[in-house]
């Protein structure tokens, strides 16, 4: 598969994204048997930015993205009932399966994931729609036949179940051919002052003359970003440690990239960070020299931007549902899917059957 306001001191303009991929992601997960945890909760993204999210410890709808919140009360009224409905489908199909695989207790999680995505510049679109039991992938939503497929045998009665339901079927063909495309460049429109490309902010640090040189690139907007070492002109991986890409608490995005290497080696060849940002066509580039390094030998360490794993503390549950829910599951790579988000903001498309399970 494909797997926050942004505001970066020091840019002086912005471009938005209209060259890149965006995307549109639901999460519902419903699990068992996890001490002070909720047994369901909804996440929708666009973009990688949270928009909308639900538990059953709150059974309300939460809008996290100021263009979400204009959204009127009897409209996310609606998505709450919605939600309730399906926590309650979720527990049942939770007790159903644990009754079929003789599973007594023990945590077990069921995940239900769709969306879509869209290329801007070239107008191809991209959906799926897939469910997860214990790590496992279950269910697909097959775009060619317009019908769910087990993806192994012991899902075939879900498989039978779920296509059995003639207005479940159709309603999935006109989310997925339609719909999700609709509100996903809905949401783009609604959000461009959030969803845009915003460049990166890069620097080479130091601790020490004998310290590895860290490439640190931070304020930066997608996610996808490669940064690299080149010697000499070709791409260098020799006592190279690439960091990962982590969020930063304005929604930016930041990475590292270490490089050992002796003062007498980067001062006799031609070293540089390249970094490359999903997006913008500009590549950023440092040559590794003595005045370019900014180091903090007597003073306090650099300053790297906070970073945290969710929105804000109160999304802590979100973070930790990701990493039940979505970690367990062994997402598929073959889609290149980026993750995006829930409730569509839309009453007409948002639809009971897309909380329908």
């Known amino acids: 598969m494909k797997g926050f306001i942004l505001m970066f001191l020091g840019i002086v303009h912005l471009h938005e994204a209209f060259g890149a991929i965006h995307s549109l992601l639901h999460f519902y997960t419903a699990s068992s048997d996890i001490p002070n945890f ?211 608490d304005d929604g930016t995005f930041q990475k590292s990239t270490h490089l050992t290497v002796k003062p007498e080696e980067w001062k006799n060849n031609k070293y540089q960070c390249v970094v490359q940002v999903t997006g913008i066509k500009e590549d950023f580039i440092k040559v590794l020299t003595e005045s370019e390094i900014q180091t903090n030998r007597g003073d306090p360490a650099p300053n790297f931007v906070p970073i945290i794993g969710g929105v804000v503390a109160l999304l802590l549950v979100v973070v930790v549902v990701v990493v039940v829910g979505v970690v367990i599951w062994k997402k598929r790579s073959k889609k290149g899917f980026i993750p995006a988000s829930t409730s569509d903001s839309d009453s007409e498309n948002s639809g009971k059957g897309a909380q329908k399970i």
């Open 38 to 248: 909720p047994e369901f909760v909804v996440v929708g993204k666009v973009d990688d930015i949270q928009m909308v999210h639900y538990d059953s410890n709150i059974q309300k709808v939460v809008p996290e993205q100021d263009w979400v919140k204009q959204t009127d009360t009897q409209y996310w009224e609606s998505e709450r009932e919605k939600f309730f409905d399906s926590q309650q489908s979720f527990k049942v199909e939770v007790h159903t399966l644990k009754q079929r695989f003789n599973q007594i207790g023990g945590v077990h999680v069921l995940q239900y994931m769709y969306g879509c995505s869209r290329d801007n510049e070239t107008g191809k679109t991209d959906s799926f729609g897939e469910l997860g039991y214990n790590g496992e992938d279950f269910l697909e939503y097959d775009m060619n036949d317009l019908a769910w497929k087990a993806v192994k045998q012991q899902a075939d009665f879900m498989q039978d179940k779920w296509n059995s339901d003639a207005s479940r079927l159709v309603f999935w063909e006109i989310y997925f051919t339609q719909t999700c495309d609709k509100c996903l460049k809905k949401q783009v429109v609604n959000g461009k002052r959030t969803l845009m490309t915003v460049p990166p902010s890069v620097s080479l640090l130091q601790k020490t003359p004998s310290s590895p040189v860290t490439c640190h690139a931070t304020g930066f907007y997608p996610s996808g970003v490669k940064v690299v070492w080149i010697k000499d002109g070709q791409e260098h991986h020799e006592d190279v440690e690439y960091g990962e890409t982590l969020q930063n």
